[in-house]
């Protein structure tokens, strides 16, 4: 036992002293971002604060007192959830822009059968996109081309995933861990916002998570569940390419927790990978082969000019984010060869001053992770024009309370004395995303893949705040919550402390 305590202590404090490194650099960005209000705002910050934690916290337990049916719950948080963001979509009338409208605009065309989408720059370049566009084109030939039927199929897609937030977080911690995650996530304002977007982050991000929640089901899978969650990925990851994130994450996933921790048998996890890897990639080109099969597109659903993000990565002067004027150079040159070779020649030239990488790479943190959500993808309405600064106060807010507790749990994760890891591969996820966006593009909205890991760990560090305030005050009713166990009998955050 000792010795399996030892070898899970190796293998996880690494990783999670890099993440508490990422989180102490948020924060403190954070805390400038906070001392940039005006004084009035400033001393209003603190009661916002508390106010959504309470509110939260107060649900949470709550749900965990008389929603103890799992079913119960579950009917209760879909519903919840899903209500206030058909109450948003149904009040705010958000006009797509940008890539969304470009995708919108195929999709009505290829509902009719025109394909000359095909043809644009944008589409032969980021053939990728066609994922999403033909799930789009799919649901205009079925409800129209009115903007409302997408809008509202993505507040299911967002209820879809605040009951997995919860199924998966009741799989890795304890109950109340769980809840809280899944009423956090409910009332996530990006989630709400959003939900008026035409954006493919809503599918894909449900279908990444129900593949996740299968991975996280069972140690090994079978080579059955092995396959549906190939199938769930592949299909998330052609609606929004980020398969190499993920596939490496399951990667190392297997080697240091099934391998290394549970001591599965090599020949078992290399069959679950070789079955894993070989449907993904199947699905993945079956959908290509049918999209040129059918006139879709000219090309399998791949990105063709995979330099583009690391050009507009390393660019100093907009600190990662896009730019205009490398849009302009790059784009006077023909897609391909050609393109490439001046692109790969921008990143060397921008690689050459090392000593700025490290002010860059921090830059691009307080970009992409300190910085107030990308929220005026939504707001770019005169509906909701007058609550722009209060909707981006308290979204900022709630982000804050959820790295702070997120910060907690990862400290409890470090001293926790157990031998079950599963949520190592949710650690191996979050930093596998925060390092692949220090080298490429960076933007607030591009946060919200990873939010639902970020919230899921955050749980924990609520349920231990709940341990540690049982044990201070008794009188406190949560100390009713120590009297129950994990499913599988974890030891209690206290006795681990």
Not at 247 to 253: A, D, G, Q, R, V
Request: glycine residues 6%.
């Amino acid at each position: 036992m000792e010795m399996s305590l030892r070898k899970a202590r190796i293998c996880k404090t690494p990783l999670l002293f890099i993440l508490l490194s990422f989180l102490c650099i948020i924060l403190f960005y954070m805390c400038g971002v906070f001392m940039g209000y005006s004084p009035d705002m400033l001393i209003q910050v603190p009661f916002i604060m508390a106010g959504y934690t309470a509110f939260v916290f107060i649900l949470a337990y709550l749900a965990y007192r008389h929603l103890q049916e799992e079913r119960a719950f579950i009917l209760f948080i879909a519903c919840l959830a899903f209500c206030i963001r058909f109450m948003w979509v149904l009040v705010v009338d958000t006009k797509p822009m940008s890539d969304f409208q470009i995708m919108y605009d195929a999709a009505v065309k290829m509902s009719v059968g025109d394909f000359s989408y095909k043809y644009s720059d944008y589409f032969q370049a980021w053939t990728y996109q066609l994922g999403f566009t033909m799930y789009q084109a799919l649901m205009i030939k079925i409800f129209g081309t009115s903007l409302l039927p997408l809008k509202i199929i993505n507040a299911l897609w967002c209820a879809g995933i605040t009951v997995l937030v919860y199924k998966i977080g009741r799989n890795l911690f304890h109950e109340f861990a769980a809840k809280f995650a899944g009423i956090t996530y409910c009332f996530f304002i990006p989630s709400i916002v959003m939900s008026s977007v035409l954006t493919n982050q809503h599918l894909a991000t449900f279908l990444f998570y129900l593949g996740f929640y299968f991975l996280l089901q069972k140690r090994t899978p079978k080579w059955k569940v092995s396959m549906v969650i190939a199938v769930l990925l592949s299909l998330g990851n052609l609606i929004r390419p980020l398969g190499i994130v993920i596939l490496l994450s399951i990667l190392f996933y297997a080697v240091i927790y099934l391998i290394v921790l549970k001591k599965e048998s090599i020949k078992k996890v290399i069959g679950f990978l070789v079955i894993f890897m070989t449907t993904y990639f199947a699905v993945f080109y079956l959908v290509s082969f049918i999209a040129v099969g059918t006139g879709i597109s000219n090309t399998t659903l791949e990105n063709h000019d995979p330099m583009w993000k690391f050009v507009l990565g390393f660019n100093r002067e907009t600190e990662g984010a896009y730019s205009e004027e490398d849009f302009k150079t790059v784009s006077q040159y023909p897609l391909g060869e050609e393109r490439t070779r001046i692109e790969k020649e921008m990143v060397w030239e921008r690689l050459s001053n090392v000593g700025e990488l490290s002010n860059l790479f921090l830059s691009k943190i307080r970009l992409m992770w300190g910085e107030v959500d990308a929220l005026f993808w939504s707001l770019n309405t005169n509906s909701v024009s007058s609550l722009f600064g209060l909707i981006h106060t308290y979204s900022y807010v709630s982000y804050f309370v959820i790295i702070l507790l997120l910060f907690l749990a990862v400290d409890l994760l470090i001293l926790r004395r157990d031998t079950e890891h599963k949520y190592l591969f949710l650690i191996l996820l979050i930093l596998g995303y925060m390092g692949v966006h220090l080298f490429i593009e960076v933007q607030q909205r591009y946060r919200y893949f990873i939010m639902p890991s970020m919230i899921i760990i955050e749980g924990y560090g609520a349920y231990a705040l709940v341990v540690v305030m049982s044990q201070w005050k008794e009188r406190i009713p949560f100390r009713r919550l120590l009297r129950l166990r994990v499913k599988d009998a974890r030891q209690e955050v206290a006795e681990e402390a």
